[in-house]
T-cell receptor, first 114, second 118 residues
Framework: AQSVTQLGSHVSVSEGALVLLRCNYS??????LFWYVQYPNQGLQLLLK??????LVKGINGFEAEFKKSETSFHLTKPSAHMSDAAEYFC????????????FGSGTRLLVRP | DSGVTQTPKHLITATGQRVTLRCSPR?????VYWYQQSLDQGLQFLIQ???????AKGNILERFSAQQFPDLHSELNLSSLELGDSALYFC?????????????????FGQGTRLTVV
């Protein structure tokens, strides 16, 4: 079965600093990987997705993620944090192992300090 | 706006009662997914429908049921409600099953229905 592990339930960075949110996956078949963001009292919005094309995926709002099969990782990065990036971020996996539904990680809350 | 509509946005009800949550997927999307988000359990997959048929089931309680209608909207029915059922319930839709080889699809989420059981 597919699963996702997000390291760190809370990450705090200063405005302008690098953002790094970690995600490791487990899958016996080539996975499809996603990062979603959830702002307070809102639904989930797709940031980016990996679907077996380029391993470096660029998303919205300056975020990107790199698929590393050898490390089973799909970490989310942004070079310079903005106050508006404060939100909860979820990594998710999908594929044949999970009957094509999204399996979510436990989420990481990003705090941005002025 | 994701194009997925969930109603109602908020629902407050008493223990033992039954409620129905409604989801209208994006135009043309055949797959509908229901998720429960609570503080202690995170985002839990409940059930998936594809073109009217149940496709996958997660940790959905027997007190909960769902269906997808011919017009593709879906309803999640929660009965004999308990305090622990209080959560945010999300519906998502996609054009085809996620992660299917050769298909570059993604799921779009609604704003959720916040259920409070008192």
């Amino acid at each position: 079965a597919q699963s996702v592990t997000q390291l760190g339930s809370h990450v705090s960075v200063s405005e302008g600093a690098l953002v790094l949110l970690r995600c490791n996956y487990s899958s016996s078949v080539p996975p499809y990987l996603f990062w979603y963001v959830q702002y307070p009292n809102q639904g989930l919005q797709l940031l980016l997705k990996y679907t077996s094309a380029a391993t470096l995926v660029k998303g919205i709002n300056g975020f990107e993620a790199e698929f590393k099969k050898s490390e089973t990782s799909f970490h989310l990065t942004k070079p310079s944090a903005h106050m508006s990036d404060a939100a909860e971020y979820f990594c998710a996996v999908s594929g044949a192992d999970s009957s094509y539904k999204l399996i979510f990680g436990s989420g990481t809350r990003l705090l941005v300090r002025p | 706006d994701s194009g997925v509509t969930q109603t109602p946005k908020h629902l407050i009800t008493a223990t033992g009662q039954r409620v129905t949550l409604r989801c209208s997927p994006r135009s043309g999307d055949l797959s509908v997914y229901w998720y429960q988000q609570s503080l202690d359990q995170g985002l839990q997959f409940l059930i998936q429908y594809y073109n009217g048929e149940e496709r996958a089931k997660g940790n959905i309680l027997e007190r909960f049921s769902a269906q997808q209608f011919p017009d593709l909207h879906s309803e999640l029915n929660l009965s004999s409600l308990e305090l622990g059922d209080s959560a945010l319930y999300f519906c998502a839709s996609s054009s085809s099953p996620l992660g299917q080889t050769g298909l570059n699809t993604e799921a779009f989420f609604g704003q959720g229905t916040r259920l409070t059981v008192v």
